[in-house]
């Protein structure tokens, strides 16, 4: 099993919809997870960290966390076209050098 | 601009040639993450250093690729003689040292093609 797993996608859903972003991760990684946002080309971009179980909201973003499960994800509401770009899942290792763990990333296309 | 820098964005070496890249953290960061991202892949670890030390290199390739943190200027990643397959973008994220505080900022990258 990949430490952190994510479907690479594409994810398609129209203007205005609910986007639904997942990852799992393994017992190696840490407790900490990350939400990035990445353009074709350009850097990553954060958009939410979550360390506790439950969910996290900021704005039209809400990241829930599953500890039991080992699942995290992403919503984003009101899906727009500027949304569409690849999503990264990152947790932190346990050892806690504070390096992180990248899953494969989700393409998201949000269509008009 | 209080964000992460590197320089330069772009470069292009020949097969053999040494690439240096640089990365200067957000003000009031002393940690530096290097990670490379190859072409249709994720973002891979390779070194953590805090001013000058290294405290993880574990993603490093064992040859070629060396990194230093020094008291004074940026951080520089090296790679020495470098190949096709070291055609990657590069980044650079940085933290700071706030306890409790582990979000990475990401620099702009530098994109290294080889020829």
Known sequence: QKEVEQNSGPLSVPEG?????????????????????????????LIMSI??????????????????SQYVSLLIRDSQPSDSATYLCAGGRASNTGKLIFGQGTTLQVKP | NAGVMQNPRHLVRRRGQEARLRCSPMKGHSHVYWYRQLPEEGLKFMVYLQKENIIDESGMPKERFS????????????????VRGDSAAYFCASKGTTVGTDTQYFGPGTRLTVL
């Not at chain 1, 919809?17 to 353009?39: G, M």
């Not at chain 1, 996290?56 to 599953?66: H, I, P, S, V, Y």
């Open chain 1, 17 to 45: 919809a609910i986007a639904s972003l997942n990852c799992t991760y393994s017992d190696r990684v840490s407790q900490s997870f990350f939400w990035y946002r990445q353009y074709s080309g350009k850097s990553p971009e």
């Open chain 1, 51 to 68: 360390y506790s179980n439950g969910d996290k909201e900021d704005g039209r973003f809400t990241a829930q966390l599953n500890k039991a």
């Open chain 2, 67 to 82: 990194a230093e943190f020094p008291k004074e200027g940026p951080s520089i990643l090296r790679i020495q003689q470098v």
